[in-house]
């Protein structure tokens, strides 16, 4: 696990299926359900949508709509820090591989794209709304995004063997079609890839030139977010 400043910061990931707090800078990681946050403790926040700064301008799938994530999820104060969830898996996937550079994908509820190199979020909200991937209308309001396809909302459970290699294909598509999404490195994490390790694989086929990989997220947490929302507040600590 990549070095932490030493102090203790509340790590709370919102997500379709569910909210997840980590806590962070204790000896161990502490897994907690729901949105858990002690008295004095930081608290950061990783939340789909589109991000600005305090608030969350849109999240389709959460229904939030200039919302202040602290105040849906009735917690005392606001967040000292708040990422976008995917932004925020893909600064915590390149902190655990010692700052890599590479392209996110997030597959849950929703898709979440994000690109990192030198240990920043240059590119954000990727992926998962745009494109011509089908017919369908998308809950962002748009017809044929990624997330018609690839997301757990539009997919039957359990996943056939076919439309497994379908969303592959798809993602696979629209990574290649991302002009930013051009390191050599995919991370496939999220939901659907927990449940279905044959995704990742599928994936890799599917993008013969890339490495693609899976998250390196300790067992028991949602994603990488809390090391990424840690690794951001310490950054703007720093400055």
Request: hydrophobic letters at 50%.
């Amino acid at each position: 696990m990549p070095a932490l400043s030493g102090r203790q910061l509340a790590c709370v990931e919102v997500g379709g299926g569910g909210i997840e707090t980590v806590l962070l800078g204790g000896p161990v990681p502490v897994v907690l359900p729901g949105a858990q946050v002690p008295p004095g403790l930081p608290l950061l926040m990783a939340v789909p949508g589109l991000i600005e700064g305090s608030r969350v301008l849109a999240a389709s799938n959460l229904g939030w709509f200039d919302a202040d994530p602290a105040e849906e999820l009735g917690l005392a104060a606001p967040a000292d820090l708040l990422l976008n969830d995917a932004a925020a898996a893909a600064l915590g996937e390149s902190a655990l591989r010692g700052g890599a550079a590479l392209t996110y994908v997030g597959l849950g509820t929703g898709v979440g794209g994000a690109v990192v190199r030198d240990g920043i979020v240059v590119g954000a909200n990727l992926l998962g709304h745009g494109g011509t991937f089908s017919a369908l209308l998308c809950p962002c309001g748009r017809s044929g995004c990624l997330e018609t396809v690839a997301a757990g909302w539009a997919l039957p459970d359990p996943l056939p063997a076919n439309r497994l290699h379908e969303v592959a294909a798809a993602v696979a598509g629209a990574v290649n079609a991302e002009p930013l999404a051009a390191a050599p490195l995919v991370v496939v994490a999220g939901g659907l890839a927990r449940r279905h390790p044959a995704l990742v694989t599928a994936v890799q086929t599917a993008m013969p030139d890339r490495v693609v990989e899976p998250s390196a997220a300790p067992d028991g947490v949602k994603s990488a977010a809390a090391w990424g929302l840690a690794l951001a507040y310490e950054q703007v600590s720093v400055e």
